[in-house]
């Protein structure tokens, strides 16, 4: 699984080129992807993985929904630094945790290449960090692993990706999930061919919320964010 998703990424990078990630963000020092369950069939086997949505479970409670699959290549030697960040910019609310992701790792993650920055247990304190965190900051950590390697994270937690010092890329797929009563960051349904949506198992489509008229509701606006991205 882990040799198709860096061939397909890689083939999709080199048939996309400028126009990569144009769905969703672009953002400099990076390659990025975006829509990647409508760009694959292993994209759509990784979403509904049982153990990742175990997971999801246990942070976001018993309904939820895929929010958005995308790719992010640090590229080498480059200054691609984050500032520190919760995804979709959330803090938890009366009901609790509501943004979850996993982080598939198609390479490495070393302290030189790129690897993730966080700050455990910052997902309870209910705020956001400071715009523009980019210095090291107290208790940080790094989630570094080999690849192959999927890391579950509580996307409150202040975190953000740091500069890649080394001569190769440093690659990851994002799959990042959210509460059944929030909007999608993409939302799936307008996004997936129709050769996609037939082949999809029921299962898959509960994952994607296509059959959800409240996600409709609340994803069709377009109110999804993207965190340190606007």
């Not at 020092?29 to 949505?53: D, H, S």
């Not at 009366?94 to 490495?108: A, I, P, Q």
Request: hydrophobic share 35%.
């Amino acid at each position: 699984m882990l040799d198709a998703m860096r061939w397909r990424v890689e083939e999709l990078f080199a048939s996309e080129g400028e126009a990569a990630g144009v769905e969703f963000k672009q953002e400099p020092g990076t390659r990025r992807l975006a829509n990647l369950v409508n760009k694959g069939e292993v994209f759509e086997r990784m979403i509904a993985t049982p153990e990742i949505l175990e997971c999801m479970a246990h942070v976001l409670g018993p309904r939820f929904k895929l929010s958005s699959l995308n790719a992010r290549s640090a590229n080498p030697n480059t200054a691609c630094r984050q500032p520190l960040h919760a995804d979709s910019a959330a803090v938890a609310d009366e009901r609790g945790y509501w943004v979850c992701n996993s982080v598939w790792l198609l390479d490495d993650f070393t302290p030189e290449n790129g690897a993730i920055r966080m700050i455990p247990g910052s997902q309870a304190w209910r705020r956001l960090p400071p715009l523009e965190t980019y210095d090291r900051q107290p208790g940080e950590e790094l989630v570094t692993g080999r690849a192959g390697t999927v890391v579950i994270m509580n996307a409150h937690m202040w975190h953000g990706a740091t500069d890649n010092n080394t001569d190769r890329p440093r690659r990851a797929v994002h799959a990042f999930y959210t509460r059944w009563d929030k909007p999608q960051q993409q939302y799936q349904k307008p996004l997936l061919s129709e050769t996609v949506r037939m082949r999809l198992s029921p299962e898959t489509r509960v994952v994607l919320a296509l059959d959800d008229k409240l996600n409709d509701e609340l994803s069709a606006t377009g109110r999804g964010t993207s965190g340190f991205l606007k």
